[in-house]
């Protein structure tokens, strides 16, 4: 069965971090580009950020940029997005996707796999 776990969400304040890891079950991430994708309350969904299979290209849209860093560990099957500098307006439901193709900038040009999610709130 294939499976795509977030883990490392919660709640900070403004100005704090957050990593979030998206652990594999049933597939091999290294096989897939990896984006994480988020959907704020009243707001569509947006690409956040994107890694190649391989782990050599990243790209990140401009609202987390300098602040979001994405990485992966293929021989962890894991895949992490380390969220420093928070603001209010990152609160949303980070949800980890794989892609059998590749990144279209920052998301995936598929999204084949998808995570349930995590929750990431960011208030004082």
């Known amino acids: 069965q294939l499976q795509l776990v977030e883990s490392g969400g919660g709640g900070v304040q403004p100005g704090g971090s957050l990593r979030l890891s998206c652990a594999a079950a049933?597939?091999?991430?290294?096989?897939?580009?990896i984006g994480w994708l988020r959907q704020a309350p009243g707001k569509e969904r947006e690409g956040v950020s994107c890694?190649?299979?391989?782990?050599?290209?990243?790209y990140y849209a401009d609202s987390v940029k300098g602040r979001f860093t994405i990485s992966r560990d293929n021989a962890k099957n894991t895949v992490y997005l380390q969220m420093n500098s928070l603001k209010p307006e990152d609160t949303a439901v980070y949800y980890c996707?794989?892609?059998?193709?590749?990144?279209?900038?920052?998301?995936?040009?598929?999204?084949?796999?998808w995570g349930r999610g995590t929750q990431v709130t960011v208030s004082s």
């Open positions: 049933g597939l091999t991430l290294g096989s897939y580009a």
């Open positions: 890694i190649s299979s391989k782990g050599i290209s990243t």
């Open positions: 996707v794989a892609g059998r193709d590749y990144c279209k900038g920052y998301t995936l040009n598929t999204l084949d796999y």
